[in-house]
């Protein structure tokens, strides 16, 4: 079992940065890719960015958010980042972290087998 643990949440203003956090516990759950998604109210969980256990690669990110999100990871820590600037309205939504066996960075929702509780970010215009 991996245990995922979203945190640095909160509220700011357009334009303002987060960064999220999400520690990873559990046996090998350091070799577990690791992905963030987010659910906006009344809308569909939606792929932000992944990174590979194995390489450190990085997916794509997704159109709405390249060029002002970036995912990192502290081994050490066992800890993924997602730093989040240029934070518009459209952002707010409940980001989860995920995870899962493989050292594929992927998009896809499916391929991900843990999935923390999330931690909310609301932007205001």
């Known amino acids: 079992q991996v245990q995922l643990v979203e945190s640095g949440g909160g509220s700011v203003q357009a334009g303002g940065s987060l960064r999220l956090s999400c520690e990873a516990s559990g046996r090998t759950s350091e070799t577990y890719t690791k992905g963030w998604f987010r659910q906006a109210p009344v809308a569909g969980r939606e792929f932000v960015a992944a990174?590979?256990?194995?390489?450190?690669?990085?997916?794509p990110y997704a159109d709405s958010v390249k060029g002002r999100f970036t995912i990192s990871r502290d081994n050490a820590k066992n800890t993924v980042y997602l730093q989040m600037n240029s934070l518009n309205p459209e952002d707010t939504a409940l980001y989860y972290c995920a995870a899962h066996r493989g050292g594929y960075a992927s998009p896809r929702e499916s391929d991900y087998d843990y999935w923390g509780r999330g931690t909310q970010v609301t932007v205001s215009s």
């Open positions: 990174i590979s256990s194995w390489s450190g690669a990085s997916a």
